[in-house]
């Protein structure tokens, strides 16, 4: 299982942008984190178009499937989603991890009993502005 945020994991952070300008004043080979929507597409085909790594927050199974036709890296999903999204992901074979957004470590245990491929903690998250 992947851990982003926990306390005592060390992992990478995800830089949320909220516009093309604000990719720019990220790190290099940084993960960018964007909420899909249909407002949000120029910076998600941005992120396309120079390969960047990237990862979206999807709200339903339509918008899993588009996350994984666009190259997402990873895959965002509330917990209650989560079950569907990893099982929709095996059946099709996604490149990207499905990541549970948790608040607190007490649903781990849930979601490695589901086979979720990893969590992810506010704490991963940096809002950027440009």
């Known amino acids: 299982m992947l851990f982003f945020g926990h306390r005592f994991i060390e992992s990478e952070k995800f830089y949320h942008v909220f516009d093309i300008d ?3 004043t990220t790190p290099p080979a940084s993960t960018l984190y964007v909420e899909f929507s249909e407002s949000n597409l120029d910076i998600i ?4 178009q120079n390969q960047l790594r990237f990862a979206l927050k999807v709200s339903n199974i339509t918008q899993i499937v588009y996350a994984a036709a666009l ?3 990873y895959i965002v999903v509330e917990s209650d989603l989560a ?3 990893q099982s929709i992901a095996e059946s099709y074979l996604f490149d990207a991890k499905i990541l ?3 608040e607190e470590e007490d649903a781990i245990e849930e979601l490695a009993l589901l086979g979720i491929d990893g969590v992810i903690f506010p704490s991963a998250v940096v809002r ?3």
């Not at 085909?45 to 396309?48: A, I, T």
């Open 71 to 73: 190259n997402a890296a």
């Open 83 to 85: 079950k569907s999204a």
């Open 45 to 48: 085909n941005y992120m396309q």
């Open 128 to 130: 950027v502005n440009a």
């Open 100 to 102: 549970a957004h948790i």
């Open 22 to 24: 604000a990719i720019l």
